[in-house]
């Protein structure tokens, strides 16, 4: 029956490295079954537990109590094992290189005033008071630590922001500036690709393959895996699309994330379309409605997004701009899409792709049930209405036959104030209307002149179905709708994304551009040769060391020995001073 | 002051382009305004009273009675136009082509003893019986009609199964039968491309466009927007499916539909595998996790849809075959993933991929909540868990740097007889590990020995990340993981699509081939030449006549002057016969 014996102390703090090194040496004693050296968390005295390392005082320790627990046969030499601690804590790695450790960051950012880093991977309960006083410094941090709260995430970004500077975490395991790999980084090739990640093993994953592909980056900038949440808001994600939208060396920008908060994946694509460069999207789990629009090319995984930067970075794409939308013709009341549909998949294929232009809008036959039309016969805000359902054809006939009833909204949504775009489908072929253009169009010039009359420029737009062998002339549709004023294309695609833009930019017009918040990203410390202090994991600075990078390793210990309240008590005092 | 004068007519039955006729030249008559022809529905109700054609006697008038209102300034005009009605319709269309017409679709199919097809346009609550009948005499059925419940559509629809017979719709638009339209269809080219559309106007689209890129097709085969719902089934889609991967002559088959019910969709997908030939998908609104997987291939839109179609039948793609996963191996027990992950974002686009290939993946970091795993320590089903999460990180060194946490729960899952493949994420670089395969190789090794001599077939499966130029030895960290018997490579995409193939096949290895619902669609009644017969609009009759196609136009009244009841005991009568 094998015994365990435990040993519980508080008031002690090793960073995780010397816990682990305590561990390995422990379970290799002789007559060592097994050993456990971990802090007295839940989750860890669970898996204890789970492992058959559990004893009363394992489960008795609080988190802030490192436990020591070993598993023998033989009682004698379980207790020798836990006498010799102490000896093993304190024994020093041998292939330390600096001869002087400064005990705190200031002293390190006087003896390297060059660094623009520090790299954080203390405790999480420490790591918010080492990242305040690295911006006070005016340093860039990365973030290593886990187990930091999202309201103190918050805290911490917003005021790197202020100031212009990254907080790239809480829990950012990768960072890659300028050829210099952070953390747990990759050997990447420099070349003409910056990434953004809020995803560790993503910057890696995308990296390598990027690497692999016979490219390579300029940098790869981590934010933390809560950086796109709906909290969070992607505050450092913004900052470092920014800082490389404005690099001159970065070619194509690769953004990817763990699976962002719907609504800010929206705004961070919002910057990304005015990044004046072609830029790949990989956010996990949502969905992609099209591969390609603007300088947005939309990735189906990581892999697929270091393919296509790659083929981005080797065949530069033309780039459309919206000057082509003439969106100073609306008056600024002027809004809203009426869509009147004749064709019941066209409308929804249009909600579909609408999705990713405007936040909502109403249909009689939605494609998600919140966006029902009150009343299919008075349109909302944004409409479209699909005349071909149900309700509309009871002893009637299809609006593709009859365009009775489609002419006589067109009518009534062309006189309202707030319609800046007005759909229409035109579906030829057998059974359909044998000449919908000449019944159509001149309803459009009615319209059209009516809007013109009363000051408005009114958008109509047609997407015309048919091939050059059914019965109707194709051809004089097509004309006849140009003619009469509307812009007309054969794609439903086509038509919609046009639309999608026109009202986007509509509705962004009013809102005078927001201005960056805080300071921008100087582009010159990510430019210029890497120096950097790390704060925790000594092998981390080892990394820095093989690297050839100048950089410093704090003997970091945690303030007034690890006292909650004194450390409140020095940390405001710092602020004040 | 204008006057509106109306008259409801009961137990009268007109097909809905006879009252568009009536409509139309009553409001062209001297004197009035504006006139209205619809049957009683609550919404055509609403309607005219939103365009100010409304009195007390059209508000009171009933579904099944015609309302016939007219608008004038002139009360006399009004009085006279309504004096016109019995006349109106009474009046024969000129062009009719046909000497006699049938008044029953018996005699007509005795007219036309080779038609395999009838076309069906009378109104809804008619559309059942009408369907039933031409399933008795061994005729596919083109449901144009709609208003018809999704009920009576599941008893049509299995009892066309039964018989191999399709019914496309109720509201099915189009469909296009070797090179012939029916209803709404454009005249496309004949080529090697067939279609399945729960969607009219995305049939029509598509086609169009495959014809505009220069191909064609051999069939689009129309399903009614509801096939693919979560009570029907699929029943049309899925017989339309099977008969077209047995023609010869399609080489690519394209699916698309209206938003389908995600259970729905997949089953389609399950039986999309199996068509022995590319497969394009493009169902609206359902996310798109990969371009191409097997012989499917994803589309963004019905644009992309069609491009790609064109472009795999002028380039077949090779398709590999599931051989290589060698499934014979594994035991009937076994049938789990344990995906053992470093890192975070690896783990999450594994769940995001392995959705698309199994129903319910636990995780204890879930992209979807409803997935989160009771205990992170113990795996269920499937598992994918992310040890470099907060709870496994507590003072304790990351998983990329210290393998031990990861290494034990191997062993563990391991053990698990119902286990059938791990994964593991070796991630390389700076920070990480120095040389994580030399831990992790031998216990891979161990693993698959322990499991060889409990009789089973273990699957172990990595993926490295990692570059040539990061300080362990990349090339040197795969050798050691297949020396081990791992399957390696260096995509988390292609690692976990390999996983989702074995897994897939693992679970529908018990599952005898569900035999065949029903009979199977004969496939000589799409190839021989197309012979109808019309019931309703007679505009669909004359567009067989312009395509040279042989048919006959039914004079069809609703049985027993329209009573219900008598109707209802009628159709039991026949059915007994």
């Known amino acids: 029956m094998a015994t365990v014996k435990t040993e519980i102390r508080s008031g002690v703090y090793y960073d995780s490295a010397k816990l682990m090194q305590l561990q390995r040496t422990l379970a290799g004693l002789p007559g060592i079954l097994d050993a456990g050296v971990v802090m007295g968390t839940d989750s860890n005295k669970e898996l204890l537990a789970h492992i058959g390392l559990d004893s009363a005082e394992v489960m008795a320790s609080k988190p802030d109590e490192l436990v020591i627990v070993v598993k023998s046969d033989d009682a004698k030499a379980a207790t020798e094992a836990l006498s010799k601690v102490d000896e ?23 003896m390297l005033p060059n660094a623009s880093w520090v790299i954080i991977s203390v405790a999480g309960r420490y790591a918010g008071g080492v990242t305040r006083e690295a911006l006070r410094l005016g340093k860039h941090v990365h973030l290593f630590s886990d187990n930091v709260s999202v309201e103190e995430e918050i805290e911490l970004k917003k005021q790197a922001r202020e100031l212009g500077l990254l907080v790239m975490g809480p829990d950012c395991g990768t960072a890659m500036i300028g ?87 929206e705004e961070v694509l919002k910057a990304a379309r005015k990044a004046g460069k072609p830029v790949v999207v990989n956010f996990i789990a949502r969905a992609v409605t099209t591969l390609h629009e603007g300088n947005l090319f939309f990735a189906t995984g990581l892999d697929d997004a270091a393919r296509l930067a790659v083929e981005l970075a080797n065949h530069p794409p033309k780039i459309t701009s919206e000057a082509d939308l003439e969106l100073e013709k609306f008056k600024p009341e002027q809004k809203y899409l009426r869509g009147l549909f004749s064709g019941g998949t066209l409308a929804y294929e249009a909600q579909h792709i609408l999705a990713g232009y405007l936040p909502k809008v109403w249909a009689n036959s939605p494609i998600n049930k919140e966006f029902k039309m009150t009343n299919a016969l008075v349109s909302q805000e944004h409409s479209i209405i699909d005349l071909g359902e149900d309700e509309f054809t009871v002893g009637r006939l299809h609006p593709m036959m009859d365009n009775e009833l489609r002419i006589r909204r067109l009518y009534e949504e062309a006189k309202d104030p707030e319609v800046a775009v007005i759909m229409l489908d035109v579906v030829i072929g057998y059974g359909s209307h044998p000449d919908p253009a000449s019944e159509i169009a001149p309803a459009i010039k009615n319209c059209l002149e009516e809007a013109k009359k009363a000051g408005r420029h009114l958008e109509l737009v047609c997407v015309v179905t048919g091939t050059d062998e059914d019965p109707q002339d194709f051809n004089s549709q097509i004309q006849q709708l140009k003619e009469a004023g509307a812009w007309v294309d054969t794609s439903n695609e086509v038509v919609v994304r046009r639309i999608g833009r026109i ?64 450390m409140g008590i020095l940390e405001r005092m710092k602020q004040k001073s």
């Not at 953004?196 to 990027?210: F, K, Y």
């Not at 934010?223 to 800082?243: C, N, R, W, Y």
């Not at 986007?504 to 202090?533: C, F, Q, Y």
């Not at 000594?538 to 990078?549: C, I, P, R, V």
């Open 179 to 265: 050829g210099m790999g952070l953390a747990f980084a990759n050997k990447i090739r420099l070349g003409p690709i910056g990434i953004v990640a809020a995803a560790g093993t993503g910057l890696q994953q995308v990296a390598c393959r990027i690497h692999q592909l016979g490219s390579g980056i300029t940098s790869g900038i981590g934010t933390g895996g809560k950086d796109l949440s709906e909290k969070v808001g992607a505050i450092t994600f913004l900052m470092a699309l920014d800082v490389l939208a404005r690099d001159p060396d970065t070619k194509v920008i690769v953004l990817t994330s763990k699976p962002p908060s719907p609504k800010v994946a």
């Open 88 to 110: 093993l804590l304190a024994a020093r790695k041998g292939n330390q290189d600096q001869d002087y450790l400064p005990r705190s960051l200031e002293s390190a950012a006087e």
């Open 503 to 566: 009202l986007r930019g509509l509705a962004e017009r009013g809102s005078v551009e927001a201005a960056m918040i805080g300071k921008p990203v100087d582009l010159n410390t990510l430019k210029k040769p890497m120096e950097a202090i790390n704060v925790g994991l000594e092998s981390f600075s080892e990394n820095l060391k093989d690297q050839g990078a100048p950089h410093v390793q704090v003997d970091w210990k945690p303030p007034a020995g690890g006292n909650e309240r004194l």
